[in-house]
C-alpha cells in the first residue's frame, strides 16, 4: 500500500517561495505520475502539476506556469513543488498524489493521496 507524506506548508507572504515535498513509500514509484492538486476552501480541488516519472516529463496548470516547477529526487523516492512568486489566491490545502500510468489532470484518475500540506499567502 502506496504511502505519500507531503511537509513544507506554511505561512508567507505574497511575493515570497515555498518548497513542498512529497516522500512516497510502499509503491515503484518507476510506473507512476506524481502530481500536487490543491484546494482552497468552497472551491473544487485543482490540478497544478505533474512529473511522469520515466523521462521526467512535467505538466503544469496555466495559473501557476513561470511561477512553480516540479521535479522529483529517485534516489530519495521524493517529489518537490519549488512556489516562488506566491500569491494570495495561492492559498490553498496542497495535495501530493500518485497515479500509476501515463499523466492526467483529472484528481478522480489518481490512486494514491498524501493528507495534505496548508499553503498560506498574505497580502
Do not use: H
Not at 513542498?20 to 513509500?25: E, G
Amino acid at each position: 500500500q502506496a504511502q505519500l507524506v507531503e511537509s513544507g506548508g506554511g505561512l508567507v507572504q505574497a511575493g515570497g517561495s515555498l518548497r513542498l515535498s512529497c516522500a512516497a513509500s510502499g509503491v515503484t514509484l518507476a510506473i507512476y505520475t506524481m502530481a500536487w492538486f490543491r484546494q482552497a476552501p468552497g472551491k473544487e480541488r485543482e490540478f497544478v502539476a505533474a512529473i511522469s516519472w520515466i523521462g521526467g516529463s512535467t505538466y503544469y496548470a496555466d495559473s501557476v506556469k513561470g511561477r512553480f516547477t516540479i521535479s522529483r529526487d529517485n534516489a530519495k523516492n521524493t517529489v518537490y513543488l519549488q512556489m516562488n512568486s506566491l500569491k494570495p489566491e495561492d492559498t490553498a490545502v496542497y495535495y501530493c498524489a500518485a497515479r500509476r500510468g501515463a499523466y492526467s489532470s483529472g484528481w478522480s484518475n489518481y490512486d494514491y493521496w498524501g493528507q495534505g500540506t496548508q499553503v498560506t499567502v498574505s497580502s
